[in-house]
């Protein structure tokens, strides 16, 4: 041992730490925590294992895997960690945890719009049960409180942004604004984002696919998501985009900011025909 340093036994550091001594192992098994051995073979741990215990507790709400964790704990006790390496990580984190909103916000609109059917198909908007029905179908629909012309000052785009991503330039902003407003449905199977844009007279002919095949093109394009695979098709909804690759959340939640009707915010839908 160190002499000068100030040690606790496990059952000290979890009490003080608020864990319990099961956990303290865990993280010795992960390489989390290092303690040293008593002239008997117990376990002690440093006073400083405190703020390591702080650290690692803060970054898992922030949601960051202990193999994350502990690619910052190394460089951070040896006072080597550097803010790249910080933003490197809590970026990754960002995108993932935009990732895991989509898929939230997608059910809740499918939820949704299952209610709406419901409605439709029992006819029971005049009955009591129909007035809950009625009130609840009007809570889910509502679409979370996007501001669509603040969306590219999102921390999201200014990280696309900084990637070199092309759905952050001016050329990708004409485009989407020049196609908010559509409805458009989307949900998610397996690895891929499916979206259907909704349209009466879905052709090639049409000015609505033609931007939709410049935007799929621009994509195509970007160095920044190489990954990133878009299938543009008709359907009998009208024009469907199927989004593969790791990076498809970041075209997805572009495509999801164009199911507005005004400038200010996302209104509930509550008439989508199937």
């Not at 192992?25 to 303690?35: A, D, I």
Request: hydrophobic content about 40%.
């Amino acid at each position: 041992m160190t002499s000068g340093n100030t040690y606790l036994t496990i059952g000290q550091l979890a009490r003080q730490a608020g864990l319990a001594t099961s956990t303290l192992r865990y993280y010795e098994t992960q390489g989390l925590l290092t303690p040293e051995r008593s002239e008997s073979g117990y376990r002690l741990y440093p006073q400083t294992n405190l703020m390591v215990l702080n650290l690692i507790s803060r970054a898992q709400q922030l949601g960051f895997t202990l193999a994350e964790i502990k690619q910052l704990l190394g460089p951070w006790q040896a006072g080597q960690l550097t803010d790249t390496t910080i933003l490197e990580l809590a970026e990754a984190r960002y995108v993932a945890l935009e990732q895991q909103f989509i898929d939230i916000l997608l059910k809740k609109r499918e939820l949704g719009y299952f209610l709406e059917d419901l409605r439709r198909e029992h006819h029971c908007s005049e009955t009591a049960g129909g007035q809950h029905l009625d009130q609840l179908v009007a809570s889910v629909c509502q679409h979370p409180h996007i501001h669509p012309e603040s969306l590219s000052e999102s921390l999201l785009m200014r990280l696309m942004a900084q990637a070199g991503c092309t759905l952050s330039g001016q050329q990708a902003k004409e485009l989407m604004a020049a196609l908010r407003g559509q409805h458009v449905h989307m949900w998610r199977q397996d690895d891929s984002y499916h979206v259907v844009i909704v349209s009466d007279s879905a052709e090639v002919n049409d000015p609505l696919y033609s931007k939709l095949v410049r935007l799929v093109t621009l994509e195509a394009s970007c160095n920044a998501h190489p990954a990133l695979q878009v299938r543009l098709s008709l359907c009998d909804e009208g024009y469907k985009l199927r989004l593969e690759g790791k990076d498809a959340v970041v075209l997805a939640r572009c495509l999801l900011s164009l199911d507005v009707t005004n400038s200010d915010m996302l209104t509930p839908v509550n008439t989508f025909e199937h």
